[in-house]
């Protein structure tokens, strides 16, 4: 059976077939040739759980409980899933174990560690290490340096529905085995604001083996499940119900779906069938938390990234629970995309918001601005009921297409006085694994600089513009005005061809606006490879 998300998807994809999405859980960067894959089959989709149980002495009960029911529980994720799956294990007393990593189609381990190898003994008293296990988790930490055995190091992957189930009935004590009021309580709810961040349910089940430490033990596992979309439940005192809550947390499949503009005319359907999609009008800088037209950030402020999100969008509905999540890069082509390290991209900061119905607008402090002052936005919404549809890869251009819960903006604001000339940066790169050949284009969609506003020259600096001679000088709408410099000629269609770029290379050049007559116009200057568009930036020009 499909999700009402799914069925939508499938409508606006037409023909596409459904692909498992387990194969595209790796973070190595893919060639921007790569096809997106359509939405795996199952009620559910893509499913990552991580199993955190508590096995000391004093759960027994439960843990006998989650032997009888786990052939259930795991039946349940492979068919919710329709197969495309990734389970974890890790247990704890005061230290924590992984007993598995999350990895793809391991229902026999799982299902086989719980049955034949989980057994209740030792802890030492209470409390537990709960909130540290949980912690190994959600943030994918390795053993070293830690009181853990084994790594916890697979990949949630963004295109999946992702759970941590907790069971305990201890408080979280960190590593040393004492609770303390403002130290434990606020490592677990900083755990909770981490799955946030990391589109993460946590559903919690507390057994109450003993009301001792009940009133302090609840709102901790609450918190868990409030601040991330779980579910919190209280099993009976001897474990039982445990497993059937565990089936009940994992059969919640409910969609929403915020959105982003790629473009104005953008509906949120996935791939987005229009045009451009690196100048959302849904992201904008601006000097303070109060609304601006927008502009480049002025370096050593801090300024305020603006965005919309929209709710909802055609594939779910409710409120939207998730964390928005902005970076940066020079403005250019070619931006490269990693899951792990952000490629191309630098982290400014984030939010956790739920979004309701309509447009909700979020603001992200950027402090102390970096030079040189001409940037790229990318903005992500991260969120456990409204996963991306599409696995990342590489090419920015094609997540942002492929995912209506990313946007990039690559808007220059130029202002240049009569008889003047200002300059603005333009980066040349190749995120690929191969040798490309590369077209620069510069275009107007709306009235043009070129002419009646002014003179544009775009200087590719020696090493570029070596390259480009070397491949035989082509282009249409430009002429050599300098060593390393050309005038674009025709504003609604100049084209500078066969740019050779190596793997990982990029390149500064510059554009240089001459002002002529006052007035405000639009120039686009966009790289294109053989796949087509892999970026460009809108230089909203305005000549005063």
């Known amino acids: 059976m499909e999700s009402v998300r799914q069925r939508g998807r499938r409508r606006a994809l037409g023909a596409l077939a459904c692909a498992a999405l387990a194969a595209l859980s790796t973070i190595t960067l893919v060639p921007a040739t790569a096809a997106a894959p359509a939405p795996a089959a199952g009620k559910c989709g893509p499913l990552d759980v991580a199993f955190v149980l508590d096995d000391t002495g004093s759960m027994g009960g439960t843990i006998a409980n989650l032997k009888t029911g786990i052939n259930s529980i795991v039946n349940d994720v492979v068919t919710a899933s329709g197969g495309d799956y990734q389970l974890g294990l890790v247990t704890f007393k005061d230290t924590v174990t992984v007993v598995d990593d999350l990895a793809p189609g391991n229902a026999a381990a799982i299902t086989s560690h719980v049955t034949n190898t989980l057994a209740a003994g030792g802890g030492g008293g209470e409390p537990e290490a709960s909130d540290e296990a949980v912690n190994t988790a959600v943030n994918r930490l390795p053993a070293l340096g830690r009181p853990q055995v084994g790594d916890f190091t697979g990949v949630w992957r963004s295109t999946a529905t992702k759970f941590v189930v907790l069971v305990t009935d201890a408080r979280p004590g960190g590593f040393d085995d004492n609770y303390v009021?403002?130290?434990d309580d606020v490592n677990a709810a900083a755990r909770a604001t981490d799955a946030l961040g990391a589109g993460i349910k946590i559903s919690a089940v507390y057994v109450p083996t003993s009301s001792a430490y009940s009133s302090t033990i609840v709102p901790v596992m609450q918190n868990y499940a409030t601040t991330t979309g779980g579910v919190y439940t209280q099993a009976a005192a001897d474990g039982s119900g445990t497993a059937t809550a565990i089936q009940r947390f994992l059969s919640d499949c409910r969609q929403t779906d915020v959105f982003m503009h790629d473009q104005s005319t953008d509906t949120g359907i996935e791939p987005n069938p229009n045009g451009t999609v690196w100048s959302s009008p849904d992201i904008k800088v601006c000097p303070t938390l109060a609304d601006c037209p927008g502009g480049q950030p002025v370096v050593g402020s801090t300024?305020?990234?603006h965005v919309k999100l929209h709710n909802p969008g055609p594939y779910?509905?409710?409120p939207g629970l998730g964390t928005l999540k902005v970076y940066y890069t020079a403005?250019?082509?070619?931006a490269v995309w990693n899951p792990v390290t952000g490629g191309d991209w630098t982290f400014i900061g984030q939010q956790g918001v739920t979004v309701p119905a309509g447009a909700t607008v979020v603001k992200i402090p950027w402090v102390t601005v970096p030079g040189p002052g001409h940037f790229c936005l990318l903005a992500r919404w991260v969120s456990a009921t409204d996963p991306m549809t599409?696995?990342?890869?590489?090419?920015?251009?094609?997540?942002?297409k492929n995912n209506n819960n990313i946007a990039w903006r690559n808007v220059d604001s130029v202002r240049v006085k009569t008889g003047q000339t200002t300059g603005s940066p333009f980066q040349v790169g190749n995120g690929t694994d191969r040798t490309i050949k590369t077209d620069l284009v510069v275009t107007s969609p709306g009235k043009p600089f070129v002419g009646a506003g002014g003179s544009l020259v775009l200087d590719l600096g020696p090493r570029l513009f070596e390259r480009w001679r070397q491949?035989?000088?082509g282009g249409e709408g430009v002429k050599q005005v300098g060593e390393t410099s050309l005038e674009i000629t025709d504003a609604r269609q100049a084209r500078i061809t066969g740019l050779v770029v190596e793997p990982g290379e990029r390149f500064e050049t510059t554009l240089v606006f001459t002002g002529r007559q006052r007035g405000e116009?639009?120039?686009?200057?966009v790289q294109f490879d053989e796949t087509g568009d892999i970026g460009g930036v809108e230089f909203q020009v305005v000549v005063e």
């Open 331 to 334: 403005q250019g082509g070619a």
């Open 316 to 318: 779910g509905s409710g």
């Open 390 to 400: 599409f696995a990342e890869v590489g090419n920015t251009v094609l997540n942002a």
């Open 471 to 473: 491949t035989g000088g």
């Open 521 to 525: 116009f639009v120039q686009h200057v």
């Open 303 to 305: 300024s305020y990234v």
């Open 181 to 183: 009021v403002g130290a």
